[in-house]
């Protein structure tokens, strides 16, 4: 049987920490945590992670994470498992530029941090949520961006960050919400409306590398498609824009002519999902975590950061 080798340019998911807080009672009208007490709960957080690398087992996490996070985070164990590898723990140097916690008047609550990884030379930009008084703060977003890149100031009011709600396009050319869904249908089809509704930013075109570089595998039929969960946490700039978090659903499927087999390369996370390559048919699921900043006036939303991964597979 000839087998094809399949080559991907396509996003890696990248480990990722979190700034957890610890439990306890939190007042509906609490401004901002301190730098100083997120830095120690991060630091306790790293407890757990290396606990989790330790076991290879990504279950400790579960504690502390949630949502597309912990199905990314859960992806790489499972890839470091069936690949026999190892993870390197989190002892390398952090940095916690920016907490913000909005004003809220009923649960759940909410709140915003950068955490500047020295050692991976990138900024998380994250969210953590708490659902009730007695539940703990869960990391629900965490996209990152190169440690250059400019993360936009949150714009503050009262002492507290402000939000946006995800389909107030006051100011801007569009709204949260339609900012995820004209991003999602940019990524699914270049010739769409909405692709020149939004920028052609650098996680557009790597994305559009990947699927054009699968659609020319001979006797393969390849496919991609986008969506988007709806749009939740919104913050507004200073400049009178927003920073959305927005969680994109891609689904890559293969349709293989009979007698070939297509396989990826050793080591690489589709290769751990399917080992046996695809000889038929197969899907591969993944999750991107993108932060948009859509800008003031008529300028068009695009993606400073993102943190994405395969969650699962399955073939024929």
Not at 17 to 36: I, N, W
Request: glycine share 8%; proline share 5%.
């Amino acid at each position: 049987m000839k087998r094809l080798s399949l080559v991907l340019v396509c996003a890696l998911a990248l480990s990722a920490c979190a700034v957890p807080h610890k439990r306890g009672d939190l007042a509906m009208e609490k401004t901002a945590a301190g730098k100083t007490e997120v830095s120690e709960v991060f630091a306790e957080y790293r407890k757990v992670r290396n606990t989790a690398i330790e076991l290879l087992d990504a279950k400790p996490l579960s504690i502390v994470e949630s949502g597309p996070v912990l199905a990314i985070d859960t992806g790489s164990f499972e890839v470091s498992q069936r690949l026999a590898k190892t993870q390197k723990q989190d002892t390398g140097s952090f940095e916690v530029t920016d907490v913000q916690t909005p004003r809220f008047t009923t649960y759940p609550l909410w709140f915003y941090a950068v955490v500047h990884d020295n050692s991976a030379g990138v900024n998380r930009v994250q969210i953590f949520e708490r659902e009730t008084a007695v539940e703990p703060w869960l990391l629900v977003a965490s996209p990152e961006t190169l440690a250059d890149t400019p993360i936009p100031d949150v714009r503050r009011e009262g002492g507290n960050a402000l939000t946006v709600k995800p389909d107030d396009a006051v100011g801007m050319s569009m709204s949260a919400t339609d900012a995820a869904k004209a991003y999602a249908k940019s990524l699914a089809d270049p010739s769409s409306a909405e692709a020149g509704k939004v920028a052609d930013d650098s996680f557009i075109k790597q994305m559009r590398t990947t699927a054009d570089n699968n659609s020319k595998l001979e006797g393969v039929t390849f496919s991609q498609s986008w969506g988007n969960e709806p749009v939740k946490y919104v913050l507004r700039t200073t400049d009178g824009g927003a920073l959305a978090f927005v969680t994109l659903l891609r689904l890559d499927t293969y349709a293989v002519k009979d007698g070939l087999t297509i396989s990826w390369p050793e080591g690489t996370p589709q290769q751990a999902f399917l080992s046996s390559g695809i000889s038929s048919s197969g899907k591969l699921r993944y999750y991107h975590q993108v932060l948009l900043y859509i800008p003031p006036g008529n300028g068009k939303p695009r993606a400073i950061g993102q943190y994405g991964g395969v969650v699962s597979a399955d073939s024929q």
